[in-house]
């Protein structure tokens, strides 16, 4: 349990800080596919007997890059979709050769954190330190590329090739999280945490440490109904960032449509 509440916050804070960006830069579909196609290189990695670390990290870079570039002259979503299945075929075919890796394959998919052990916790800890800086490092680049793309530009900020560096991030954030979680509880705490923050404030630093806030909350408050309930961690995950986002948008909804401006008129009549 120990074990799981520390991974698991790691995983959060790593996925607060580039959820934020992806939620921001439009890119859900992405955060998606990376991790759910990185799987096959895990089960490459298998068959060839070498580590599977090292095989979800090349599916993930090579996948992310080939949606950025193939992107930038095509329809991003028919991309990403079709990246998205033929690393998801490829994965079917390095399965269909060996019948040894189906377990392995369930944990990818669906995360074991409560089973993780004491020695994942240091190479976890240090790609997350790694996904943090870069994204310390890129920050002002990225947040120009996202929200003033012309700016950014005028700057000699390369739109493109902040796409790139952002969709490395992503896949390098794949390759920590999905072997303690899972490709399904990393894609719930990316989106629904940082959708949340977005809708709750304005200001983008504040945001994003909302974002790690929320997601660490998701994370602490699944793992103890897991363990009260002997429910799944993700189907936790999943209900709990869907219900932080629904109160998002229900504040932003009220804000923008003239609840606080009725209750600040009333207090200042008052």
């Known amino acids: 349990m120990v074990n799981a509440w520390e991974v698991a916050s790691i995983v959060a804070v790593v996925a607060g800080v580039v959820g934020f960006f992806t939620v921001l830069r439009g890119s859900a579909f992405v955060a998606h596919a990376v991790p759910n196609g990185s799987f096959a290189g895990a089960a490459g990695a298998s068959l060839l007997g070498i580590s599977t670390l090292f095989g979800l990290g090349v599916f993930s870079l090579v996948g992310a890059l080939s949606i950025g570039v193939m992107g930038r002259r095509g329809r991003r979503d028919a991309v990403t979709a079709l990246a998205l299945v033929t690393m998801l075929g490829l ?12 377990a392995e394959t369930y944990s990818l998919l669906f995360g074991e954190v409560l089973g993780v052990s004491t020695n994942e916790l240091i190479p976890t800890a240090a790609l997350a330190a790694l996904c943090v800086v870069a994204v310390a490092v890129l920050y002002r680049r990225m947040m120009l590329s996202s929200v003033l793309t012309e700016v950014g530009e005028a700057r000699g ?44 404030v304005s200001r983008p630093a504040q945001a994003m440490w909302l974002s790690v806030a929320l997601a660490l909350l998701t994370v602490w408050t699944a793992i103890a109904a897991s363990y009260a309930t002997n429910y799944p961690v993700g189907f936790f995950v999943g209900t709990v960032s869907a219900a932080l986002y629904a109160v998002g948008r229900g504040f932003a909804g009220w804000r923008s449509g003239g609840g606080l401006v009725s209750a600040t008129t009333a207090a200042a009549g008052a």
């Open 91 to 102: 994965g079917g075919l390095f399965l269909s050769f060996t019948t040894q890796y189906a």
């Open 157 to 200: 900020i390369s739109a493109f090739g902040v796409e790139l560096l952002f969709l490395a991030v992503v896949a390098l954030a794949s390759t920590m999280t999905v072997p303690v979680v899972g490709t399904l509880l990393i894609f719930s705490l990316m989106i629904g945490p940082p959708a949340a923050a977005r809708s709750l």
